[in-house]
Each structure stands twice: as structure tokens, then as C-alpha cells.
């Protein structure tokens, strides 16, 4: 298995590795177009994004990659509002999100309310928490902002 550069990707590739499955070209692909986007993708955006890198990935390739990564818990599908879920990379630890329901935007912030809960938990129910993930969904300043701008016209 070739080392990653990028940490995210590499964890990705280790625990791939070691649930036995290989680092093809499509999952790197699809990693990527994940690991390097700055909002949540839906399926089909992730097809299009694979396939602007790679055309000859097709479009069951990155589906069925997607349905590996969920299985093995390194996405996790969110749903916003819409039809379509978006992915949320789960590798890296525990994953906090403001999310826009405008825009779309994702804003991650490192500040981990829930130290104390997770301490609670585990010891209350004997459970060893590996990771969480923590979203709130509203609408960011610049779409606040031009929500304001509209009714001001």
C-alpha cells in the first residue's frame, strides 16, 4: 500500500487496508473529491467530480465506493433538508458542523462541547465512544445577509 501524504487519506487507506479491501484508484478518487471539498457532497456531486479527474471511473464505481466507506464508517450520510444525502468524512476523529441550509456551506469548528457528556455516557452505559458527530443546520451570515439586503428592498 502506497503512504498518502495527506493524513486524512492515509488513516482512509490504513483502515481500508486492514478490513481487507485494496486502495484502487476509483476509492483514492473518490477520497479525494471528499476529503478536499469544503461542503458536504451529494452522490451525483461526487460522480461529477470523479469523473472531471477520471473519466474512465464510472458511475457505479464511485456508488459502490460510497456504500463501502458508509459501511465501514469513514462517510456517514446527513441529510440537509433534501432528497439527497450528503456525505460527511468521518475519518480524523470526531466532527463538529454548522451547516447552511441556504448555501449549503459547512463550517467545522474544533471546540468539543460534548467532553463531559462522552465521559457521562461511557461510564453510565459501559460504552466505549470511538467518535461522534455534531451538526447544526440555519443559515450562514453572508445568506443572513442577503436574506436582510432582499427584505430591505
Known amino acids: 500500500m502506497a503512504e498518502e501524504t495527506d493524513p486524512q487519506q492515509n488513516e482512509l487507506a490504513q483502515i481500508l487496508h486492514q478490513a481487507g479491501y485494496k486502495y484502487t484508484t476509483p ?3 473518490v477520497a479525494e473529491v471528499l476529503l ?3 461542503t458536504h457532497l451529494s452522490a451525483p456531486e461526487v460522480v461529477d467530480r470523479v469523473a472531471a479527474r477520471d473519466t474512465s471511473i464510472g458511475r457505479m464505481s464511485v456508488y459502490r465506493t460510497l456504500d ?3 459501511r465501514l464508517g469513514l462517510i456517514h450520510p446527513a ?3 433534501g432528497v439527497n444525502a450528503r456525505y460527511v468524512v468521518m475519518v480524523g476523529g470526531h466532527h463538529h458542523h454548522l451547516i447552511c441550509q441556504n448555501c449549503g456551506k459547512v463550517m467545522h469548528f474544533d471546540e468539543c462541547p460534548l467532553r463531559d ?3 457521562y455516557l461511557e461510564s453510565q452505559f459501559g460504552f466505549s465512544i470511538e467518535g461522534h458527530l455534531l ?5 450562514c451570515a453572508d445568506c443572513r445577509t442577503q436574506e436582510g439586503a ?3 428592498e
Open 27 to 29: 476509492r483514492r478518487l
Open 36 to 38: 478536499e471539498s469544503h
Open 68 to 70: 463501502l466507506f458508509t
Open 79 to 81: 441529510f440537509q433538508g
Open 117 to 119: 457528556l462522552t465521559r
Open 135 to 139: 451538526e447544526f443546520f440555519g443559515r
Open 150 to 152: 432582499a427584505v430591505a
